[in-house]
């Protein structure tokens, strides 16, 4: 398929430069020449960690370099060779660009390309395999048979061909070849893998289309603690629409996963190294604390049926029902004295750490580390709604309000070299994946997190962050632009440092770590709804001019659960990204 001329115009065929870093050394500048729009590209930057990595305490297999798979060996490759690529298109409209991997280990093969879009500095890796297997009649890998063209563009102003590898019986591509020539590449340009070592992935985020041409990145359909997939860095090019699998797979980890896991030594070094802050909102009233602090200042155990009794909590909550029951048979609640229970609401910042559980993902070739962070009480939420001609921000009273409030975020470093590559954001019922090519870091490579006012959801940047609520179009002549529940942050003076930490989890570990009794408490952190949703829209409603009465009503009742509800929390363990992925 040709681009039309107007499209073509804008497609830059650039050389092949080679860019990148060393699997396990910091990023270097570009060298040479790099073309450029005249305003710059922000992917016309190399991004490299504000510090260099230090050597890590040995004693176990992390960050050696190289993951044995079974029978399969793979390194993380960070210097390409510049392929193709355009600035029209993908994210934010700026293009994207393709590479090749280069300077890979001796042995090792290409296993396909990686490509990333150009609003964003560079910031890549792929995997490259080395076929370590006994079989020799049924090796590891295999180079493809042939090559089926996906897609080109054939232009005198740039060329690009799309290759799919196409493998011999009882082997699958976990990548593509992309050429500047029609020619079909050589058939050792690139390896494919055995069947027995692959896993199905999906699509991940868009990279780049154009018309029913599209480019993701992809990651493994089932990923957790205890899922074998592993990403291999690369891209899936689709032309049409794609209704089964994809026509590239991920890897497969055949080993035990936690093999390449960090020991203690490690996680606390890694800590060390990229433990965020975290900066709260000037205006914030309800600070975290610790969770021994929330249990020795009065805090209350409910039992259904006795709530005319309720208990209070030992210390590491020892008393707390241990079994994994998540019923509503008990709850936690504020101390019972209303001077008390404002008091504890307000937390106790100076207390305040983080509860970090450690884990394997993506075949064991990552480490998350979840960093858990405890508030007492949850504050009341602000709709802003964006009409044609007005904005308005709205209080909504109790809405939103709950005790109990465990919030997160999670680092993702690599296993081959301890590279942070990826922090995610907790943000209420969801969050978001940030590289590390787009964070703040302050104090060498610690990522910086603000706490939005109230919500406590978690962001990269300061900001007035909305959280998006179900679609409405509007009622009548009112048409809606824009709307959200508020989620502000901003710098202050109170600021948690996430590096004071207590390691409550790591199972890989077994009984080197000990989980405190309150980690295996499954019930609520809070009481149940105790307020009229009707008689805080009615406050709400008594605040409006005429016909926006009904609209702003038919907004909030859009709202999610667990933003309408004033409903206790559940604690970390009962989350389901504990043991799966972030969602």
Known sequence: MDM?????????LWTTLPIGIPAAAPMKQFSGNF???????????IFQLPSALPAWPSGSN???GIIDLGGLQVSQVSTFNKIWGTYDGGPDDQGFAIFEPSGIPEGFSTLGSYAQPNNKPFFGWVLVGKDVSTNSSNPSLKQPIDYTQVWNSTSDDGLVFFWLPTAPNGYQAVGHVVTTTPDKPSLDKIKCVRLDLTDQCETNSWIWGFNSFN???????????QAPGVPVGTFVAQNGENT??????????????????????QIEEILKVYAPTMYLHPDEEYLPSSVNWFFSNGSLLYKKGEESNPVTIALNGTNLPQDANSDDAYWLDLPADDENKDRVKKGDLQSANTYAHVKPMLGGTFTDIALWVFYPFNGSGRLRVKFSFIKLNIKLGKIGEHVGDWEHVTLRVSNFNGQL??????????????????????????????????????????????????????????????IGVRNDTDKSDLVMDMGA????????????????????????????ISYKLDDELDKIRRALPGK???LVEKIIKSLPNEILGQEGPTGPKVKDNWSGDEV
């Open 4 to 12: 039309n001329a107007g499209i073509i115009c804008a497609v830059l």
């Open 244 to 265: 089964g699998p994809l026509s590239i797979a991920c890897l497969k980890n055949n080993n035990t996963l936690s093999t390449y896991m960090p020991n203690l030594q």
């Open 215 to 225: 480019v993701y990145d992809v990651r493994p359909s089932n990923r957790g603690i």
């Open 501 to 528: 930490y207590e390691l409550v989890s790591a199972e890989y570990l077994g009984s080197a770590v000990v989980e405190p009794p309150w980690l295996n408490y499954f019930r609520e952190w809070g009481p149940k």
């Open 35 to 45: 073309p450029t729009k005249s305003e710059g590209l922000p992917i016309d930057t």
């Open 548 to 550: 926006l009465k009904s």
């Open 421 to 482: 590559l990826q922090v995610y954001f907790s943000q209420h019922n969801k969050g978001v994946w940030v590289d590390s090519s787009q964070l703040e870091f302050q104090s060498g490579n610690k990522p910086v997190v603000y706490s939005s006012l109230h919500g406590h959801a978690s962001y990269p940047h300061v900001g007035m962050n909305l959280r998006e609520s179900s679609k409405i179009d509007g009622i009548g002549e009112y048409k809606i632009d824009g």
């Open 62 to 64: 992390f960050s050696r």
